[in-house]
């Protein structure tokens, strides 16, 4: 943690000062600059914080979906079989896994904008070694050190918004982490289709490279910098994040009683996690987490174009490229409906969907293994394929999706949040990973009975939001 018992006159005598602090700029005549004009509008100057971090979750979603468009001239190039390669889209999880484990540590002990600039760095290195890959080791190593940064920005992103964000805007602003992520897998399908594996890993640096300079012109977490007993900074911060006209005592003082309370012991252990009032929230960010993966997502979204040729559809690049957009689309009608609707009732819908969704393909599948390529039905059945991998994504992106990682950053109590989050991201990856190394493999033992397993997940999903998952929409942090 990045702080111990409280000590010193002020309960501050032992905190620890950031390691890399960034951002100040805007302290340095904040009300008379003309660059500061445009931060008088809180909500100007919440949403540009947002889209900056937002470019790490881009970056998370093109490593999720470069593996897709890729698949066939990789494996041409470099001579991988089917195992080789699964072993490579798998790697990202694993790397992604050490991020996990080390993230809540180092987003505590530098700052959530310290903790995305760190992790930029191997998510660079990893696209240029993968650029000039010559054998399976380089992609390999490439792919673990994308994975580790990717790691380290999926449990800071949802952190820094939920903390940055006003209470009634704080569900549409953390979908926009999803769509970020949505948007990233789009392009890497767009990109897929008209560039080589190695012009699109190049293009990969982008997003990190714009977030490394956009970070100095965004302020810190004002919750983080409360914590690290920077009370100057922090009111300054969220001065800037709620507008210069803004009166923002109420939250201050909010915000300050919420850190005194968690500071009364900050020093937390697994054995701390036994009682109710932190394993209960555990249980419900850690299940959230698992059973986003378990439903197949990134089975579908690593290897769909592999899924529309054993369809049967000719334009499986189109129809991935397709799939990307559609996706996008849903997560922005999410972002809209989230502080309307509230986050449990969107769960239930999109679990129930997904499930339905995922029996149809399992049927389309089902059917066309015991009919003739040649037959009408079995070119229905590869509309009905297509239709039900379109009507999953969808209700993945309406709910499971960009909900999960809002819960877990609304629900887990401050003072074992960095512990707590830093289990449930590395749950979702180690899930994530199982589920993308067993992708490749189990379509190829059967389509239909792979999507009846997710499809069974899904359904359980339904049942486990329904009598644990409480509603979180309005909640003070």
Not at 124 to 136: H, N, P, Q, R
Not at 157 to 170: G, L
Not at 416 to 422: F, T, V, Y
Not at 444 to 472: D, K, L
């Amino acid at each position: 943690m990045s702080f111990r018992e409280e000590g010193g006159d002020d309960g501050r005598g032992d905190l620890k000062k950031p390691f890399l602090h960034t951002g100040s700029w805007y302290r340095m005549s904040s009300r008379q600059s003309s660059t500061s004009q445009a931060f008088r509008d809180g909500s100007v100057s919440v949403v540009l914080c947002v889209l900056i971090v937002c470019l790490g979750s881009m970056q998370s979603g093109f490593t999720c979906g470069y593996s897709s468009p890729t698949q066939s001239g990789i494996t041409s190039d470099l001579k991988l079989t089917t195992s080789e390669f699964s072993i490579f889209g798998a790697l990202a999880n694993v790397g992604a896994m050490l991020g996990a484990i080390a993230s809540g540590q180092i987003a505590e002990y530098i700052g959530r904008k310290g903790s995305l600039m760190i992790a930029s760095i191997p998510n660079i290195i990893g696209w240029l070694t993968i650029t000039f890959a010559k054998d399976a080791s380089f992609l390999y190593m490439g792919r673990l050190l994308e994975g580790f940064g990717v790691g380290i920005i999926s449990y800071t992103v949802p952190v820094y918004i939920a903390e940055i964000s006003a209470q009634n805007m704080r569900g549409r602003l953390g979908s926009v982490n999803q769509l970020a992520i949505t948007t990233g897998i789009m392009l890497a399908y767009l990109l897929g289709m008209f560039t080589s594996w190695r012009v699109l890993a190049g293009l990969g640096i982008l997003p990190c490279t714009i977030l490394i300079p956009g970070l100095f012109f965004i302020p810190e977490s004002p919750r983080w910098l409360a914590k690290m007993g920077m009370m100057e900074d922090f009111e300054t911060s969220l001065q800037v994040l709620r507008g210069f006209d803004t009166d923002i005592s109420v939250e201050v003082n909010e915000i300050k009683r919420a850190v005194a309370s968690a500071s009364k012991r900050t020093t937390m252990q697994f054995s701390d996690l036994k009682r109710k009032r932190y394993w209960y929230p555990l249980l419900i960010g850690v299940g959230l987490l698992v059973l986003q993966q378990l439903s197949g997502i990134n089975g579908v979204l690593f290897y769909s174009t592999n899924i529309f040729q054993s369809a049967g559809i000719s334009s499986s690049s189109i129809a991935t490229f397709g799939l990307g957009a559609i996706q996008v689309v849903a997560t922005g009608v999410t972002t809209w409906l989230l502080d309307k609707a509230g986050r449990r009732l969107l769960l239930i819908i999109s679990s129930s969907g997904m499930t339905v969704s995922l029996f149809l393909v399992a049927v389309a599948f089902y059917v066309e293994g015991i009919v003739s390529e040649d037959s009408h039905l079995y070119s229905i059945m590869a509309i009905l394929s297509l239709v039900g991998v379109v009507a999953f994504v969808i209700s993945y992106s309406f709910g499971l999706g960009a909900i999960p990682w809002l819960i877990m950053s609304e629900i887990l109590p401050v003072n074992i949040k960095s512990l707590a989050g830093s289990i449930a991201t590395l749950a979702n990856w180690l899930t994530s990973f199982v589920i993308t190394m067993t992708a490749n493999l189990l379509l190829t033992w059967s389509g239909g009975g792979t999507f009846t397993i997710y499809a069974i997940v899904a359904a359980f999903t339904v049942f486990f939001v329904s009598w644990w998952v409480p509603e979180t929409k309005g909640r003070s942090l």
